[in-house]
């Protein structure tokens, strides 16, 4: 069964009623809640930890702990949210609203405050200086454990073992009452 | 004998939203022959595994296709949970089914614009365009993008749909459905649809079948061949049959068409109505290893992923073939005997995807 004129109804109630489009530059485009538009670092909470670096299948982002930055080059970005899914800080979030259109691919840096900074500093030099202060607490332990046995032995190979390496010096430990040994382990 | 030549059709056509090309043998005014050639939007998609691992290639899977993106995401992702034995939460099956036929409605409806639109049909076309936008907003709302989604990942999906957002889909797909039944009216009843599409490009079921024709393409010439049947997601609890025609027409196709928009609205009604509370992923440990032939139901068709891991974060290989691709061989033998004059509808009627079938 074939008729005419199915579709004059629907047409003239178009003709009437309000446009479905919006007027949009005058009228501000309304996104949903969880649209994927762009992503957004809260850089003060970053670590640098770098899993959002490895995660992104673009590869749009480089992380540099030293100077404390955070780079993404937005034009290759593709909004995913893989980085943000895999942010141990939870630091990286995708909001609503696309990117701005640019004339040429560039990155955007983002870097810390400099009182973060300051306080990563000084947190990396603490920890520094409690792992020196376990680490020799550590071979003094094993220095007085060893003392019996091994006491009358000098080995001219322990006094140059580097102080660096925390197991050359634990094993260069049993040998630790000659002079030289106990110094370069300090 | 009339006058032989050869028109060359594409890769730049008014009616191709891709490229492909074909060579038309035509006589006088009918098609002898059609030779097809495609390879240019080849972008190497699957030789990236060899660069993303396999939870970055979810991504890149998706982004196979711009209009059947979640399936893509969908089929690599259980193509990957099979090698690795994980058992996804059942939540997270029903969402991936809900979502998968969301984006069948919308491919659907913006086929039938297109078809609207090669007839000659402006204003029916910008009316199932508009229909298809109230889906698009659902999409974006629930996923956060329009056009892909991003919510798979190995193990399960991202996000959730509460069960306000549930209600308020249900609400709008009751609106959409009105809208779809009127729309039908029109493209099933019209005098001047018909005419347009009635008798053109028959394809029997004996030649469906020896060409391997996949989807809507295959069941309006009577294969009922429909892999949801298979019961994958949660496809398996939910009832419904295959739609089928038996006239293997340009007509019978867009029938199939509208009647899978509805049966999808019907599907999700029935997803809504069972979908059990529960987490939405479970934790992946390791890597894949083994292979796995993935069958699904997209918009266009039947399409297979061919996954192979051996225990490494990188896979060995990922093969995607679309439906579009098996369905370029009925596609040709539609062709031959044709008016020139229907060429471009014929080739609307599979719905070909050509990025699909470069990849």
Known sequence: MSTFLNFTGTLLKNLVSKPVTKNYPEEPAVYPERMRGRIVIDIDQCISCGLCVRSCPPRCITVDKNEGTWTINRFDCIACGYCASKCPKKCLKLIPGYQKPGRSKAAVTYHKSEEVMEAERKKAAEMAAKKAAALKAAKEKAAAAGAGTAAAKPMPAAGAAPAAKPVAAADAAPAAKTPAAEKSAE | ?359
């Open chain 2, 1 to 359: 004998m009339g006058n032989i030549s050869v028109v060359p059709f594409g890769p730049q056509h008014p009616v191709l939203p891709e490229p492909i090309h074909l060579d038309l043998v035509i006589e006088d005014e009918k098609v002898i022959e059609a030779v097809p050639s495609i390879g240019f939007v080849h972008r190497g998609l699957e030789s990236l595994i060899a660069k993303k691992d396999y939870n970055e290639m979810v991504y890149v899977a998706e982004r196979t296709c711009g209009i059947c993106s979640f399936g893509h995401g969908m089929g690599y992702v259980e193509a990957v949970e099979k090698i690795m034995n994980i058992e996804i939460p059942d939540r997270a099956r029903y969402l991936r089914t809900i979502w998968m036929e969301l984006s069948r409605m919308h491919s659907h409806l913006l086929w039938l614009g297109l078809l609207a639109d090669a007839f000659g049909y402006e204003s029916l076309f910008y009316h199932c365009w508009r229909i298809r936008e109230q889906v698009l907003d659902m999409i974006e709302e629930s996923t956060g993008g329009r056009v892909i989604f991003s919510v798979n990942k190995v193990g399960g999906v991202m996000k959730d749909m509460d069960a306000a957002m549930l209600a308020r889909f249900s609400e709008k797909l009751g609106e959409v459905e009105d809208q779809v039944i009127a729309v039908r009216k029109n493209f099933l009843y019209d005098k001047t649809v018909q005419l347009r599409l009635r008798g053109v490009g028959v394809l029997t079921k004996q030649q469906a079948h020896d060409l391997g024709c996949a989807g809507p393409f295959g069941r309006a010439s009577g294969i009922a061949t429909d892999m949801r049947t298979r019961g994958y997601g949660a496809y398996g609890d939910l009832e419904f049959e295959p739609i089928t025609s038996n006239e293997g027409d340009s007509f019978a196709r867009c029938q199939c068409r509208i009647d899978e928009i509805l049966q999808s609205i019907d599907l999700i009604r029935q997803a809504m109505g069972m979908i059990p509370d529960g987490d939405l992923f479970v934790p992946v440990k390791g890597n894949p290893n083994g292979e796995y032939f993935m069958r699904i139901e997209q918009p266009r068709g039947e399409a297979v992923y061919y996954v192979k891991g051996s225990g490494k974060p990188y896979l060995n290989r990922l093969r995607i073939r679309t439906p579009t691709f098996a369905n370029l061989p009925g596609l040709c033998e539609t062709l031959k005997g044709a008016d020139y004059a229907d060429v471009p509808i014929l080739i609307l009627t599979i719905d070909p995807c050509i990025s699909c079938t470069e990849r």
